[in-house]
């Protein structure tokens, strides 16, 4: 079965510095991952993904993540943080069978301090 | 830029009536699916349906729920006597489909509807 492990529930940053938020997944194959945001009253949207190829993978709102399959991770970035990036951020893998079912973790809310 | 649309946006309901939230997908999309949230908790999987039929379903999916698409644009989640705990924000999704061209395996995700069961 599937699985995704956000370990940090909350973080806090200060606009302009940098972000790095940990994902780590359980998956027998090769995933497909993603990281969605999730502004407060707001749907998911999609920041990135990874699906094969070059293992670090640009995203919109000058995200990026590296997919590290040694050590089953997928973590997201950003070099300055913008205090619209304030907002809850979803890793997920996605089962390569035909019917590719997102897995969630649990998320990691980010405050942005000015 | 297309994108999934979902109605309402906040159902109240009392226990044990049934609801059925709404959603159009992209209009090219054959995959659609169905996701909940439970406040505070993470997004889980529903169902998936491809086809007009299931492809996928979660063991939350039980003989409460079941799913339909009644014409062309809608998809819908039907819920027949909801329980207190069914109450969540219900995300429906969409994807261009398996093996076809422009199909990138990501799935675009409706605004919600939160539903609240009294």
């Known amino acids: 079965a599937q699985s995704v492990t956000q370990p940090d529930i909350h973080i806090t940053v200060s606009e302009g510095a940098s972000l790095e938020l940990r994902c780590n997944y359980s998956?027998?194959?090769?995933?497909?991952l993603f990281w969605y945001v999730q502004s407060p009253g707001q749907g998911l949207q999609l920041l990135l993904k990874?699906?094969?190829?070059?293992?670090l993978v640009q995203g919109i709102k000058g995200f990026e993540a590296e997919f590290k399959r040694s050590q089953s991770s997928f973590n997201l970035r950003k070099p300055s943080v913008h205090w619209s990036d304030a907002a809850e951020y979803f890793c997920?893998?996605?089962?390569?069978?035909?019917?590719?079912?997102?897995?969630f973790g649990g998320g990691t809310r980010v405050l942005v301090k000015p | 830029e297309p994108e999934v649309t979902q109605t309402p946006s906040h159902q109240v309901t009392q226990m044990g009536q049934e609801v059925i939230l709404r959603c159009v997908p992209i209009?090219?999309?054959?995959?659609f699916y169905w996701y909940r949230q439970i406040l505070g908790q993470k997004v889980e999987f529903l169902v998936s349906?491809?086809?007009?039929?299931?492809?996928?379903k979660s063991e939350i999916f039980d003989d409460q729920f079941s799913v339909e698409r009644p014409d062309g644009s809608n998809f819908t989640l039907k819920i027949r006597s909801t329980k207190l705990e069914d109450s969540a924000m219900y995300f429906c999704?969409?994807?261009?489909?398996?093996?076809?061209?422009?199909?990138?395996?990501?799935?675009?995700f409706g605004p919600g509807t939160r539903l609240t069961v009294t």
């Open positions: 999704a969409s994807r261009r489909g398996p093996g076809l061209a422009g199909d990138t395996y990501e799935q675009y």
């Open positions: 998956y027998g194959a090769t995933p497909y």
């Open positions: 990874y699906f094969s190829g070059d293992t």
């Open positions: 997920a893998v996605g089962a390569q069978a035909a019917g590719n079912k997102l897995t």
């Open positions: 209009s090219n999309h054959l995959y």
């Open positions: 349906f491809y086809n007009n039929e299931i492809s996928e």
